[in-house]
């Protein structure tokens, strides 16, 4: 016993690197799962207090380009409101929308703190379960593409795992010939700029610059323009096609995001869950 | 050990951490090389100091930056190896009995010391670092690319910022 004590004692780095390894490991892969119970994070009060007030000078800087975006929307949404009004005067109208109000509602929030240079991205938005936000619900950027998923909220605080995370695919369509496809980012190239379109069927012609858009399979609503092809020879040696595209959303000057609260999430949830399990 | 060494170590630590979350957090090549200089802390905190200490020391700083990355655990898991790596180094290299010089810095130790034992700990903090965050061995190729330019940037930023505070004791 005494021989074993002195053992220990004489290589305790070794002994205290394994222990204290092990709790950053079981920590890592605690948080990797879907069910996180460590809260040191940015929706934590201390933490997120400081980056919203380490946020007010570069919110100040960004504004011009803020003010842009935001006229921009604005006359784009003029226009649709116009060309609706035009549509409903003719009182023919093919509403596809099953309820009476629409399924989708948006809701404003403002980003308190932001990467893009780590392999797995997340943003801290400023809203949270009392404003009604869920764990994964949809963030899109003002007219200008997909941000990612609601991954924690705290009381008035949320996370987003951004489109720059490891955990986030999106389902998204090619507009000219509706091929379906994963949205996915970093596998080889960590540019904030370029994503990549997986498992693409390989009969489809794909040309340089064609447009896509979220196909509504995941959370987000259909038609979401998120980016435009910038690549389509990459080799990957199986039967689907990799295309490369040029995201529409600059991840680097991002300031505020909408989130998507679908009306439907759940019932289309305890529907699907009554299916047998497929895979 | 007196209060003057406490003292600027806890300077340190809130300095390099600040400087961390507030501008190196934003900062990167080509998304390839992103600097993490707050391991300097580690690496200069005194020789004096017993394991356990600088264990846990290490832990405290990891999980502060894991709160600011929102990375749980992957800082905790490289800081404490890189703890191990240095406990190794200099059980290695430094005879305790007859020294007197109180931290392993550049001024202390000299260049060749210095830059072996940051390359070292830094590599270590950096390969667990890098894999832990992304977890998959699919992009192992792409991820060890990311991990030697991190190194490479990081362990030049720390000799520079070494060169500017070096002061050479009269001999």
Known sequence: MRNLWIFINRYNAFFFFIIFFIIGLYLTVSNNSYQRSVAVNSTNEVVGNAYTNLNVLKKYMNLGDVNDSLASENAKLKTEVLALKKIDSAKNVVVKDSLNNSQYTYLAARVIKNSITLRNNIITINRGKADGLASGMAVISPGKGVVGYIRDVSDHLATISSLLHKDTKVSVTLKKNNALGTLVWGTKNADFRKAYIKDVPNHFKIALKDTVVTSGFSSFPPGIPVGRVSNTGIATGDNFLTIEIELFNDFSTLQYVYVIKDKLAEEQKSLESKLPNEQ | ?171
């Open chain 2, 1 to 171: 050990m007196n209060s003057k060494i406490i003292l600027v170590n806890i300077f340190r630590w809130f300095l390099l951490l600040f400087i961390q979350i507030i501008l190196l957090r934003n900062l990167s090549f080509y998304s390839l090389a992103t600097p993490f200089v707050y391991v300097l802390f580690l690496l200069l905190l005194p020789f004096k100091i017993p394991n356990l200490l600088l264990y846990l020391i290490a832990f405290v700083t990891g999980l502060t930056l894991d709160a600011f990355y929102d990375t749980m655990g992957v800082h905790i898991a490289a800081c404490v190896t890189l703890t191990f790596v240095r406990i190794s180094f200099i059980a290695v290299t430094v005879n305790k009995d007859n020294f007197d010089e109180p931290e392993p810095t550049l001024g202390n130790m000299g260049f060749k010391w210095f830059s072996i034992y940051a390359a070292l700990c830094i590599s270590a903090h950096h390969l667990v670092l890098f894999f832990l965050e992304t977890f998959r061995l699919t992009e192992f190729s792409y991820t060890l690319l990311r991990c030697l330019f991190s190194t490479l940037f990081t362990l030049f930023l720390i000799i520079l910022i070494e060169f500017v505070f070096y002061n050479r004791k009269a001999r």
